[in-house]
Structure formats: structure tokens, C-alpha cells
């Protein structure tokens, strides 16, 4: 019987380069995103729905790229458009470290709680017949390359982002997992991942999805 995997999260789950012009669209192909690879660790009995939307947020409307980037919208959206799944990741909380959103653990952990709350809820655990949620850590960003203005103070937030998000897993009683474990963003832009990285990322998450 086939298992479905449901990735959702942003720029980094949807594959986008490391930034050289912004505004310039790019996508990694399937070989080098990490979702991608992961499934096909997983094997032929598993299958991908790529939820990746870049500049999603864990629950905050966007003033500039717009409302739709709050991922708790998103989510619901996602979940009722898709099923069943089996294995639900959640990997947000990078665009929350954007200067125009005053940033702190506590808030990127509340965002990361609320997204939580709507995958565990009664009606998406029957709608789907029940799932697993995997809770992911993104790396902590560097303050570097073409966009570093917009995360000015984000190297003081999101190194402690990890042992939060380990807390707020337990305390819901679903899996966790530190990307910063085994990746770091680019020092083209701070943000993104290199293709290896995609690929360790893609490879380390399948064990652990696995496991689940």
C-alpha cells in the first residue's frame, strides 16, 4: 500500500537557489531538491505532494509578497486539498526572521505551534484517517548576500530556534528534526541550500521519516 508524504514549508521546501538577482526565479530540479530526494530514499511505496510556496511564514501575513504567506491559511488549505497522507513536515520559521517582523523565539515558536494545532486538530487527523507530523528546525540564516537587509538581526534569533522547536515537538508529542544538524544555508545569499545540501538534507530526513 501506497504511503503519501506531504512537505510543506517555503523557499527551502520548493527548492529555490541561493539568491544572485533578486528577483529572478529559479527552481532546483527533482534531483536536487530535498523532498525529491527524500521520497525516492523512501522507496517506490511512497509518494510526494511538494508543498513549498517561497516567503511562507509559520502564521504572519506578508505586508509586501501578501497575506497568502501566512502558513497557517496555507496549511488548511493544503490538507483539504490533498489526501490522505501518511507523513505530514512542517519546515517554516526562515522568513520569520525578517527584520519587518520583529522577530524572536517566542513568536517563531507560537507560529510554529498554531501550524500544530491545525494539523493535529480532530478534523484533518479524521479527514485523512490519521498522519504523522514531522516538525523540522530549519538552519540558522546568515546575514549575507543580496538580500541581507531584510533579515538585519536575524543572526541573533534563529541559532536558538532549535532547542525551542525541540520543546514545542515534545510538548505536542510529535517528531522533530534539526536541519542545522546536518546543513547551513549558502554564504552566496544566508538563506538557501546548496544542491548538497538538498541532498543530505533530502537523505538524513528520510531516515527519520521512516522511523516515524
Known amino acids: 500500500m501506497t504511503k503519501t508524504l506531504l512537505t510543506f514549508g517555503d523557499s527551502n521546501t520548493h527548492g529555490t537557489p541561493p539568491i544572485v538577482t533578486p528577483g529572478l526565479y529559479g527552481r532546483f530540479g527533482p534531483e536536487d531538491r530535498w523532498p525529491t530526494v527524500a521520497v525516492a530514499a523512501l522507496g517506490p511505496d511512497w509518494s510526494l505532494v511538494e508543498e513549498g510556496l517561497p516567503g511562507r511564514t509559520t502564521g504572519l501575513e506578508d505586508p509586501i509578497m501578501g497575506a497568502h504567506m501566512n502558513g497557517q491559511t496555507g496549511l488548511r488549505i ?12 512542517i519546515m517554516l520559521g526562515t522568513n520569520d526572521l525578517k527584520t519587518r517582523f520583529a522577530p524572536s523565539v517566542d513568536r517563531i515558536t ?10 493535529l486538530s480532530e478534523p484533518m487527523q479524521t479527514r485523512h484517517g490519521g498522519f504523522r ?22 543572526e541573533a534569533v534563529g541559532p536558538h530556534l532549535a532547542e525551542s522547536f525541540r520543546a514545542l515537538a515534545a510538548a505536542r508529542g510529535v517528531g522533530f528534526f534539526d536541519a542545522g544538524s546536518v546543513i547551513e544555508v549558502s554564504k552566496q545569499d544566508g538563506i538557501h541550500y546548496e544542491p548538497d545540501a538538498h541532498r543530505m538534507l533530502g537523505a538524513a530526513l528520510a531516515e527519520v521519516i521512516a522511523k516515524l
Open 133 to 154: 507530523v514531522l516538525l523540522i528546525c530549519p538552519p540558522p540564516v546568515m546575514e549575507t548576500g543580496p538580500i541581507r537587509d531584510q533579515f538585519w538581526g536575524a
Open 78 to 89: 493544503a490538507l483539504e486539498s490533498h489526501g490522505p497522507i501518511d507523513v505530514l513536515t
Open 110 to 119: 507560537g507560529g510554529a505551534a498554531g501550524l500544530l494545532d491545525i494539523a
